[in-house]
């Protein structure tokens, strides 16, 4: 192959769960810039044909599908639409995931009083909401001839970030799955299908806006610390996780599984001195 050839996803049919989010939007826009056919996966089916119909009219090929990663006869009924269509599965981005208001610990709250069941839903929804579309996209690669599942870790599951408890509890059970399944596939397909991590580090979701913004846009006390941390001295923006993600995806990484990627502007290797 040549290596202009290695980051192509031409003809790829790439499922992206999560996404109708601001992530999941920059991850679509970069699978069909790539020349791969993203399946639009998400909760909101104005947003997901919106975006299915923008790549289509540019020139490329996209389908919007609406279910929830949580519920496995949806997933199956959606896998069984893209089969379909396309008759194969080549690539899963594991995007659906993100914090919940349940599973905050604020600093005034009792850290012995925590809310169990909101802790429980933002572990779910990270931890469950990337392994059913693993299982139900996955075993269509496995039939298919193979291909490359992306999951999305982050910062905190390998640095203490205060608060966000149920968040980091999940993504690191995340990146305990990414590393357990990477391993099992390859003993089982040997170097068909391969499974990796994308971590990224702080950029604005719908999730962590309030945490990190106010209503003016200014950043809250959060905010500012997570800048003062981060070399970089910013926020990571959205098409800024595009390149690792087509990396993994593509054949440039055929010999990479079970890894994560940091995308964080420097943000974990460095001590706040």
Partial sequence: MESKDLFSLKGKVIVVTGGTGILGGAFVKGIAAAGGIPIILGRNSEV???RA???IAGGGDA???VADVLDEVAMQNARDLIVGKYGRIDGLVNGAGGNMPEGVLQNDEDIFSLNIEGMKKAMVLNVWGTVIP??????VMAKKGGGSIVNISSVSSKQVVTKVLGYSMGKAAVDCYTQWFAV???NRFGDKIRMNAIMPGFFLTEQ????LTNPDGSYTDRGNLVVKNTPFKRFGKPEELVGALIYLLSDASRFVTGMQLGVDGGFTVFSGV
């Fill in 63 to 65: 389908m919007p599908v």
């Fill in 184 to 186: 099992e596939m390859a």
């Fill in 208 to 211: 962590n806006r309030t945490l």
């Fill in 134 to 139: 693993t299982q139900v996209f996955g075993a």
């Fill in 53 to 55: 119909d923008e790549i």
């Fill in 48 to 50: 997901a044909e919106q």
